[in-house]
């Protein structure tokens, strides 16, 4: 099984809102990463967790706020967000010690 | 930092035909390859990978080969069917950056 989970699949929110993304694996993954995809563009990564401690940010704005609670869950705390920030926001898992890196589905953000 | 080069950017085939993708990676430490097809509104979805002690690997209508001198890997789909229609990524990952950098995408059409 190398099923990631997001939640949810679409979410549309306006610059004062705050909103958080979900993602979850029960693969035993212990890295966890998100990414930040733009239409006709590949992934960038945002930021990388390993064994639930933030090991790479990307310089991205403290408007995007990661948080990993256990080893199966990762969020993505959003809050004032702009119009540019509308993308698919994608999460992914990694066995350490394997290269292999798992996707989830994305979840579709527009900024209103 | 590593740099990935793709082409060709769109590429549309008959059924039946085969395809091959080209990429180009600059940093030498880099080894481990993989290929994601990402169908319109999913998450990339993890087809074939090679790493560098490898020089070809080929599961069912895939393969990918990989040139470590040039610094090029390539994917091969042959026999392409309708469902082969997607968005290809080829990623690197190792050496200084730890982290899968990706090319800029194939869109791929089988046209019938």
């Known amino acids: 099984d190398t099923e990631v989970t997001q939640t949810p699949k679409h979410l549309v929110m306006g610059m004062t809102n705050k909103k958080s993304l979900k993602c979850e694996q029960h693969?035993?993954?212990?890295?966890m990463y998100w990414y930040k995809q733009k239409a006709k563009k590949p992934p960038e990564l945002m930021f990388v967790y390993s064994y639930e401690k933030l090991s790479i940010n990307e310089s991205v704005p403290s408007r995007f706020s990661p948080e990993c609670p256990n080893s199966s869950l990762l969020n993505l705390h959003l809050h004032a967000l702009q119009p540019e920030d509308s993308a698919l926001y994608l999460c992914a898992s990694r066995m350490t010690g394997m290269d292999e890196q798992y996707f989830g589905p994305g979840t579709r953000l527009t900024v209103t | 930092g590593e740099n990935v080069e793709q082409h060709p950017s769109t590429l549309s085939v008959q059924e039946g035909d085969s395809a091959v993708i080209k990429c180009t990676y600059s940093?030498?430490?880099?080894?481990?390859f993989p290929w994601y097809k990402q169908e319109l509104g999913k998450g990339p979805q993890l087809i074939i990978d090679?790493?560098?002690?490898?020089g070809e690997k080929k599961d069912q209508r895939i393969a990918v080969t990989l040139n470590k001198t040039a610094k090029h890997f390539s994917l091969h789909i042959t026999e392409t069917q309708p469902e082969d229609s997607a968005v290809y990524f080829c990623?690197?990952?190792?050496?200084?950056?730890?982290?899968?950098?990706f090319g800029t995408g194939t869109r791929l059409q089988v046209t019938l």
């Open positions: 940093d030498s430490a880099s080894n481990y």
């Open positions: 693969m035993g993954h212990r890295a």
């Open positions: 990623a690197a990952y190792g050496g200084t950056a730890s982290k899968l950098t």
């Open positions: 090679i790493r560098s002690n490898v």
